[in-house]
């Protein structure tokens, strides 16, 4: 089980405003926010862990993004996946690979990437097979 995943920010009021309405799309609640800090986490409504964290790095160096390193986000459905991947980009984020079936991971992976406006990579996906119509 994971405690907490930690993004570092440079931006932390630009940063905020980015990922408060993605997380809220998916069902994360604010659990805390503190500008004086600057930090703020959120979690699943049921559960107090994990948190999602962004803030200024604690040694109080530059945050920049890791080689190698993203964060996935769980959808309940593959509309889902569009409409998180669609806000993130009307809100800054740069593309790296829009919503589709990714086969390679699994027959029902679906999913969508894209860096926030400081280049964490960030991942939306969805593993429920669609319901037939």
Same mark, same amino acid.
């Given at each position: 089980?994971?405690?907490?995943?930690?993004?570092? @920010?440079?931006?932390? #009021?630009?940063?905020?405003?980015?990922?408060? +309405?993605?997380? /809220?799309?998916?069902?994360? !609640? *604010?659990?805390?926010?503190?500008?004086?800090?600057?930090?703020?986490?959120?979690?699943?409504?049921?559960?107090?862990?994990?948190?999602? @964290?962004?803030?200024? #790095?604690?040694?109080?160096?530059?945050?920049? +993004?890791?080689? /190698?390193?993203?964060?996935? !986000? *769980?959808?309940?459905?593959?509309?889902?996946?569009?409409?998180?991947?669609?806000?993130?980009?009307?809100?800054?984020?740069?593309?790296?690979?829009?919503?589709?079936?990714?086969?390679?991971?699994?027959?029902?992976?679906?999913?969508?990437?894209?860096?926030?406006?400081?280049?964490?990579?960030?991942?939306?996906?969805?593993?429920?097979?669609?319901?037939?119509?």
């Amino acid at each position: 089980m994971i405690s907490h995943i930690y993004i570092g @920010v440079n931006d932390f #009021p630009r940063a905020f405003a980015f990922y408060e +309405p993605l997380l /809220g799309l998916i069902g994360w !609640l *604010l659990k805390f926010r503190e500008d004086d800090h600057p930090w703020a986490g959120w979690k699943v409504p049921d559960r107090d862990r994990p948190l999602l @964290v962004l803030g200024k #790095p604690f040694d109080g160096g530059p945050a920049s +993004p890791g080689n /190698g390193q993203m964060v996935a !986000l *769980l959808a309940t459905s593959r509309g889902m996946v569009d409409e998180v991947y669609r806000m993130a980009i009307e809100n800054g984020a740069s593309c790296e690979g829009p919503p589709g079936l990714r086969p390679d991971y699994h027959a029902n992976y679906y999913g969508a990437y894209f860096r926030d406006p400081e280049g964490n990579k960030l991942c939306i996906c969805c593993h429920n097979e669609e319901p037939q119509s």
